[in-house]
């Protein structure tokens, strides 16, 4: 444990804000271009382990646990999200025999 | 081990994500993202939070990825099926994705904090610590994801059993 | 008794509630006879309670029903004032109007609206009994209100004739005006007394300075509200048209009840008057000017409601001499007096109308004293009585208030003796043209003449004594009398008289005032007679060419063409200039934009709404980052 806390001792916090905005972002193009529901899927979640990692690492900046309980809610939050989510494009594929988002223009006026 | 394992490890990171998007096999992309939700794992090490590498390595690499892969497995969509977008509504979408990490980024400058991560409490991240803050200070909050959880989980056996039939 | 008093409006008020609630149900003999009970019991209260006042040693009652408003320093009572005052306008409102609701069972008989004629008088009864009875300010503007708004209804109550529908809403429109001022004037007694109640603000204004700025104030604008009731210049042109509704309407409402509303109201604030004398100067002004108005217009009237109503606003106009000039007791006297025979005249116009078969103008008449014997003696009781011969009532009354004004000032005496020259004459030129001569209607019209029922002629009787005996209850002392009246009233004009001083006029002055003008009437009397009856003169039509002077007074002094230029057309435009330029296209043209706007806007927005799940997350990133870049770079 003494040199893992070595080798991080060096690393700036900007770098991990940075390291997650760029994963942030990566997502949310994965989110803008594809039409796979699958696949936004998993750009959503990209989102979502950016900003665990920028939690966490705010949270030994700072020195409090509560940042990594939060992670830890996330966690529990998008294991829900996934099964639910899941769930829908199973839902959506039976009717529609596809996962195309365009598919689903409907709800429209 | 030098300082610049951060910087593997966060350049792996970045590249498998953009595999992530841009692989046109929806399998390979959930390959994609399991590597970089090992390397995020990998971050969490880095920063002693043991607790949270261990569920990220089993909820996310393990329950989640696997989900993920029964369900494209299910729905057999593991080939090229998807019709691409647009070229203008993918540069589109590149652009805005661009543009945030822009303002990110700005709003990163104008916070500025560069000092460096350091661990004061080496246990911190431990399992005990953590277990500590979570069963005094977020219990109510730890009991309610419970109810969360099993809400999901009925929703989810509703929503992906057949439909049943109501006017039989 | 005295504590049932509350019974006395509640009466009517139940005949309203039967008759408007049962329009369609009850049968009209029902109607009438309720309509006419209730008013005959509260008229049968109202004589117990003045016997009971009259005995008794205070004069001044107040009955409190329950605290109706009541809000920080604010208290207002609904209580009844009980006094000497009011309990003659009880009477009166009560006597006369039981007369009036019997001659309408017979008047209105064949009319479709009976009902809803008796449920209105019913009403009307009840807002003018609040009117006199409440013991403040307020009580007395809700009646004042009530008043209004039944003699809208009532002028109107043939409405389907556009005429006497605007009639209505003229005098209504006008009384507004008016009633504007006494509203003012309420804010302003409360302001500075701080209370409405009568018997908290008088005797705190007794003891104010005369001509206190204040006081000139508020009673100018009570008498501005009374002008608008009471039909004085400049806002009398409504009380002729009001002529329009059903002649008994005509004789309670426009004539012996609320047009003397004013009076009343002026008989009852008299502290507040008599300590601000420039107001009274106004008031005698403008009321002798209304007087000798009225008289000069009725002379050329050929429309025999018309003269009786010109004939009202002129006689309205003596009382306000009256009042003017200090003489209060006088002005009620022939508030009393000329309720009596106006009515009178009022009902006996109504039985010559109904005998002609609605024919109203006098050129068509002309000998109907054979036809209708007891309608032609009881008018004629009715036309001496209002002309000022002794011993009738309006002798007494009228020659209290010219005594007083002599006493006053003698320039406004010699032009009230005119303007009674003038009643007596136009009083006899529509008797003599109704009544004498020959028969100048058509064959179908003198087919039908007949006298009215008993329902009609008894009221008639009734008034017609009491117009010949009604001024006995004031005769002076200069006739060997002890003027009861003024003795019954003097609790509630006291202060005032004590504050004027007492009358200072000797017998023999009097004796030549009261000549002066009997003599008058009688020189009116026959040259009427020499005019009409001698040499059978007759009206000629609108159109024929007459002198100037006649012409003014036929056109009634062109009042209502002056005011149609001066306001009424002024204001049309500028209300017209609002509708079409400041409503139309500013208003609307604002309120339709911003409507067609969202609605241009939507259909250009809506089509955004492609259910395009890729761009609505494209959107949502666009719209993060403008958040973001906001809130960094703005602050």
Known sequence: METVNQVIKGVPLNHYILLSAIIFSIGVVGVLIRRNAIVIFMSVELMLNAVNLLLTAFSVYHNDASGQVFVFFIMALAAAEVAVGLAIIVMIYRNTNSTDVNVLNKLKW | MSISLFYFIAFLSIFFSLLVIFSKNPVHSVLYLIITFFTFTIHYILLNAQFLAIVNFIVYMGAIMVLFLFVLMLLNLNKESEPAKSNLLKIAGVVAGMCLLVTLVGSMKVLDTSNPVVLQNQNLGLVKNLGKVLFSEFLLPFEVSSILLLSAMVGAVLLAKKEPKLYK | ?635
């Open chain 3, 1 to 635: 008794m005295i504590k049932l008093v509350y019974l006395i409006p509640l009466f009517p008020m139940l005949g309203f509630l039967i008759n408007g609630l049962g329009r369609n149900v009850l049968p009209k003999s029902v109607v009438g006879f309720i309509g006419s009970l209730t008013v005959l019991l509260s008229f049968i209260l109202s004589l117990t309670i003045f016997f009971e006042l009259n005995a008794s040693q205070t004069k001044s009652f107040i009955v409190p029903l329950f605290d109706w408003i009541s809000a920080g320093n604010l208290t207002i009572p609904f209580s009844f004032l009980l006094d000497p005052l009011s309990s003659l306008m009880l009477l009166i409102i009560t006597g006369i109007g039981f007369l009036i609701h019997v001659y309408s069972t017979g008047y209105m008989h064949n009319d479709a609206g009976f009902a809803k004629f008796f449920s209105y008088l019913n009403l009307f009864i009840f807002f003018m009994l609040l009117l006199v009875l409440g013991s403040n300010y307020v009580i007395m503007f809700i009646g004042w209100e009530g008043v209004g708004l039944c003699s809208y209804l009532l002028i109107g109550f043939w409405f389907t004739n556009a005429s006497y529908a605007s009639a209505a809403k003229k005098a209504f429109v006008m009384n507004r005006i008016g009633d504007l001022g006494f509203l003012i004037a309420v804010f302003l007694i409360f302001t500075t007394f701080g209370s409405v109640e009568f018997a908290k603000i008088f005797p705190q204004a007794a003891n104010m300075v005369s001509g206190d700025k204040i006081l000139i104030l508020i009673t100018a604008l009570l008498f501005v509200g009374a002008i608008g009731k009471s039909a004085q210049i400049p806002l009398f042109t409504w009380l002729p048209d009001a002529m329009a509704g059903p002649t008994p309407v005509s004789a309670l409402i426009h004539a012996a009840t609320m047009v003397t509303a004013g009076i009343y109201m002026i008989s009852r604030s008299n502290i507040l008057f008599t300590l601000a004398p420039q107001t009274l100067e106004v008031v005698s002004i403008i009321g002798l000017a209304t007087a000798i108005l009225g008289a000069t217009i009725a002379v050329t009237q050929t429309d025999i409601k018309k003269v009786l109503a010109y004939s009202t606003v002129s006689q309205l106009g003596y009382m306000f001499l009256g009042l003017g000039v200090g003489a209060y007791t006088g002005a009620f006297f022939h508030v009393i007096t000329h309720a009596f025979f106006k009515a009178l005249l009022f009902l006996g116009a109504g039985s010559v109308i109904h005998a002609m078969s609605n024919e109203q103008d006098m050129r068509h008449m002309g000998g109907l004293k054979k036809k209708l014997p007891i309608t032609f003696l009881t008018m004629m009781i009715g036309t001496v009585a209002i002309a000022g011969l002794p011993p009738f009532a309006g002798f007494f009354s009228k020659d209290e208030i010219l005594a007083h004004v002599y006493e006053h000032n003698k320039i406004l005496w010699i032009i009230g003796v005119i303007g009674a020259v003038f009643t007596s004459f136009y009083m006899f030129r529509m008797l003599f043209l109704t009544f004498s001569g020959t028969f100048r209607g058509t064959h179908e019209q003198e087919h039908h003449l007949h006298e009215s029922p008993k329902s009609m002629t008894i009221p008639l009787i009734i008034l017609a004594v009491l117009s010949a005996i009604g001024g006995f209850i004031g005769i002076p002392e200069v006739l060997g009398g002890k003027h009861w009246l003024a003795g019954f009233l003097s609790p509630v004009f006291g202060s005032s008289s004590s504050i004027m001083g007492e009358s200072g006029l000797d017998h023999t002055t009097e004796f030549i005032l009261m000549g002066v003008s009997v003599a008058g009437a009688l020189a009116a009397l026959l040259f009427a007679y020499t005019r009409y009856v001698k040499n059978a003169h007759v009206p000629v039509g609108d159109q024929v060419k007459r002198n100037a002077l006649a012409k003014i007074s036929l056109n009634k002094y062109y009042v209502d063409e002056i005011y149609a230029a001066l306001i009424t057309r002024p204001l049309d435009a500028l209300s017209r200039f609002f509708f079409k330029v400041v409503d139309k296209a500013g208003i609307d043209g604002i309120v339709n934009g911003l409507g067609s706007g969202a609605n241009e806007a939507s259909k250009g927005f809506r089509l955004l709404q492609a259910g395009n799940v890729g761009f609505y997350l494209f959107m949502m990133v666009a719209g993060i980052i403008a958040l973001l870049v906001y809130g960094f770079y703005k602050f």
